[in-house]
């Protein structure tokens, strides 16, 4: 981005911004240090005239959109909306993680804003780069306001993200109860909390959580909001019991999640007698996950140097 551009509309200064526009700079040119386009600059720093002046002149108003729900620049929005700014755009940036409009007002909490979009028509089901909707978003970030609006516009209460998890399952993780009663008035399933609960049981710690659960018939080989299984949280937190009553109602030694197999993270948290437990039981010890780092390797990454004789000794004795 052009500096005196970039100073202009730091300092909201209309007539500077004019007559640099007059003068052909470049607006299609982002800024070095904070590498958005002028307009986005804008949306953070200048006035809402300043943004008028900017939309006339380049296309770039995507992100600007975007910006403009996450600062809650209610006058700035509805000005885009009337633009005709297309309500479904998707920012590539890792910041936004694909959000629309609507996701991103529902992430940052700005009921009037969603309600804004919502009566303007944008779609209630468009999802992000995890699958997640509006709804779901609201409800993991215990968004309070924005549950009714979603729902009464017909939000699908069971829709499902990436990890198998419902707008339910992330209000469970949070606690929110307002939101659980109001989602489960509107339909969604309750076929997850159990398996939620199973999962926070492993995670911290109560084994008579976990026995109840188990005994209730509740899924072992669940992953919960995060994409974990409760015998991986066992087995990283190192609660050994409760590694021992997962294995015995049937969890799986093997199974990948997005991050870890039980084993690795045994492994890389440092549990030697969780991770001979596992290897007892079938582990394997080879199996990597996305970044094709095995056992060993996480092992060594953590320094536990009695994990890493374990498994340098059990590959020479297979060897």
Known sequence: MDINLKKAIYNNDLSEVQ???????NLEQPDKETNLFPLEYATKFASLDIVKILMQHTSAVGKAFLYSIKENKIDLA?????????????DDYVEFMGYTPLICAARFGSTKLTKMLIESGSNLEATDSQNKTALIIASQFGQNSLILP????????????????????????????????KLKQAGASFKCV???????????????????????GT???ATGVEGYTALELACYHGYETIVDELIRAG????????????LI????????????????????????????????????????EDIITF???LEKFHN
Not at 78 to 90: C, R, V, Y
Not at 197 to 202: H, P
Not at 274 to 287: E, Q, S
Request: glycine share 8%.
């Open 150 to 181: 979603l729902l009464k516009a017909g939000a699908n209460p069971n829709h499902q993200d990436s990890f198998g998890n419902t707008a339910l399952s992330y209000a469970c993780r949070g606690h929110y109860i307002w939101i659980i009663n």
């Open 311 to 313: 498994l340098q000794n």
């Open 78 to 90: 509805e000005e885009l909306i009337k633009s005709g700014t297309n309500l479904e755009i998707k």
């Open 265 to 304: 993270a045994a492994s890389y948290s440092g549990h030697l007698g969780i991770v001979k437990k596992l290897i007892k039981h079938g582990a394997n010890p080879k199996m990597s996950i996305g970044t094709e780092l095995d056992a060993l390797a996480y092992a060594q990454e953590g320094g536990h």
């Open 219 to 221: 899924d072992v080989n």
């Open 19 to 25: 007559k640099l526009i007059l003068s052909d700079v």
């Open 194 to 216: 159990k398996e939620i609960s199973l999962i926070e049981a492993s995670r911290t710690g109560n084994l008579e959580k976990v026995k109840s659960l188990i005994k209730s």
């Open 251 to 262: 969890s799986d030694i093997n199974l990948k999640s997005a991050i870890f197999t039980p």
